[in-house]
Each structure stands twice: as C-alpha cells, then as structure tokens.
C-alpha cells in the first residue's frame, strides 16, 4: 500500500481473512486467527459477518468463499476493454501455436490473468485465470512494462522491487530498464524460463485506437519446443498478426 494512504483496519482484517481461506483451501476460526494474529473472537466475528453477508460458507467448522465471488470476478472480467475481442484470439492463437495462450492486465502493479486457453504441446503452470503475477518475470508483463510511463515503472519497481522466481529472472534495475527498452524497439518481450524452469513466452502489449494499454497477450509453452527461431520468428510473428487483428477488432467494434 502506498505510504501517503490509509487502510480501515475492520476493513483490511477482512479481506486478509478472504485471502487466508483461499491459500489454505478453507480454515477453521483458530486457523486464521493464528495466520493473522489476531483473537480468535476478531477472527469469529469478521467471518460470521462475512457469513451473513453470503461471502463465505460453513462446511462444519471449516470456511471458504463463497461462489459470490464467481459473480463478482466475471462482472470484473467481462468489463475489462478488450476482453471479448480477446476471448477470440487467445483461442485461436493456442490452436495454432499448440501452446498455452493469455490474455493479461496490469492492475496496481502486478499483472493479472484476465482469460487463457491451452494448446495441445502446452504445460499446466500456476497461471489460473484472475491469479497474479509480478510483471518482470514473464513475457506479457515486460511488454505491458514497457508501454506504461517510465515514472509508473519506477514505481512499480520502488512498490515490488525485483524478486527472483528462477535464475533466470531478472532481479537488477538497469538491466530490466535497458530490456524494457529493446522490447519497445521490437515489440515483443520474450520470458526464457524466467517465471517458471523450463518454459518460454512471448508477449506483446495490446491498445486501443488512442494508444492506450489495455493488456498483452503471450504464447507460452515447453523450453525444448519454444526455443530459436521458433519463438523469435515464428510464434512472434503469429502473436504480432494477432494482436494487430484484436486491436483492429476493438477499433470497429467500439
């Protein structure tokens, strides 16, 4: 949270709960307290309001959430710019990449998964639609970096910093600043195993008639498949060919 801002306590213990019954895949009142340090009783009484607000439920003494957070994600998702455009290309493009495709936001920072599909040479990774992601380590938050303003990516990095998720990420400033640079100047960012070992990605950023982000899409998939020319030429080139169809689809849709 940004220094000059102020949380309401009552407000900010609740959603920590939220967030405590997802990691854990459901947790009994003791559970969270513990979690949270906070009493028991605090824990007890955010979540029966949580309860009678319908935001989670009771399986005998273990919470989870609630489907009404279904409802809320899809309302969130379906008013995302671009998504319904890009619905279309990030299936397309993973039938004829064969890998797994997304269609990706910037939200505070952070990179979101707004929708994906999955080609048939593509791996399962931790890339659940709404999860989030630190932007420097993947594909299509290095291309969404580098249409944002140099000030916000300044930020960015001052709010995040640069944690490493393989050796292959890139942890120092000057070196994410000068590769933010060349991804301006080609228009695609590539991911060499950076997020996850032994899987590559390209990524370029996705905008409107104004020129304003709205997203990226990538192609991922297996690092002994997507290598060489095959990601630098040809799925770059595929993924370009998409992007300029969904800008131009959003453009005569609006």
């Known amino acids: 949270m940004p220094a000059n801002q102020k949380n309401i306590k009552a407000v900010t213990i609740s959603l920590n709960i939220v967030q405590e019954l997802i990691e854990r895949d459901g947790a009994r009142v003791t559970e969270v307290a513990e979690a949270l340090d906070i009493a028991p009783s605090t824990a007890y009484n955010h979540l029966q309001t949580l309860l009678n607000e319908e935001y989670v439920i009771n399986r005998g003494s273990i919470y989870y959430p609630s489907m009404e957070f279904l409802r809320i994600g899809e309302y969130a998702r379906t008013h995302t710019p671009g998504y319904r455009k890009a619905k279309e290309q990030v299936k397309a493009l993973a039938e ?67 944690e490493a998720s393989t050796s292959n990420s890139i942890t120092d400033k000057g070196e994410l600043l000068e590769e933010l640079e060349q991804i301006r100047e080609r228009g695609v960012a590539f991911n060499i195993e950076e997020h996850n070992m032994g899987i590559n990605a390209v990524g370029a950023p996705v905008k409107d008639p104004n020129g304003f982000l709205l997203g990226a899409l990538s192609i991922s998939g297996p690092a002994q498949r997507f290598k060489g020319k095959t990601i630098r030429e040809e799925l770059s080139n595929n993924l370009l060919a998409a992007v300029n169809e969904l800008e131009l689809g959003i453009m005569y849709s609006q």
């Open 96 to 162: 004829e990449s064969g890998g797994r495709t997304h269609f990706t936001i910037e939200e505070h920072g952070r990179g979101r998964y707004v929708y994906n599909s999955t080609g048939h040479l593509a791996v399962e990774t931790f890339s659940s639609t709404g999860s989030s992601f630190p932007l420097h380590v993947s594909s299509a938050g290095k291309a969404m970096l580098a249409e944002l303003p140099k000030s916000r990516v300044h930020e960015i990095i001052e709010r995040y910093g640069l």
